[in-house]
Nanobody
């Protein structure tokens, strides 16, 4: 069973940047497809991005394409989310998630497909 801990959230002005990290422990990190989701107050948890076990393949929600970049370091058991040009609508609690899977696909755009979750980190974009 893998344990996930997110870090890096905070308050940032519109147009600013943040880098989130998610450190994994207790499992073979390179065996997991990793994803980032977010949830704003009163809204459902939504897909942000995911990446394959090697990190070579990534997917992004349309709302973050061109602004967010996901990456992973399997030697450090960590996945990152670089967020640039942040907008107020990006305000949410961000969660990383992991699932054991053979191959990345659109099947893994849904939060229901993930087995392990971090506790979340708050990102607030406001002037």
């Amino acid at each position: 069973q893998v344990h996930l801990v997110e870090r890096g959230g905070g308050l940032v002005q519109p147009g600013g940047s943040l880098r989130l990290s998610c450190a994994a422990s207790g499992g073979t990190f390179s065996a997991y497809i990793m994803g980032w989701f977010r949830q704003a107050p009163g809204k459902e948890r939504e897909f942000v991005t995911n990446l394959s076990k090697s990190g070579a393949t990534t997917n992004y929600a349309e709302s973050v394409k061109g602004r967010f970049t996901v990456s992973r370091d399997n030697a450090e058991d960590t996945v990152y989310l670089q967020m640039n040009d942040l907008k107020p609508e990006d305000t949410a609690t961000y969660y990383c998630a992991a699932t054991l899977a053979v191959q990345l696909s659109t099947y893994y755009f849904s939060a229901d497909r993930y087995d392990y979750w971090g506790q979340g980190t708050q990102v607030t974009v406001s002037s």
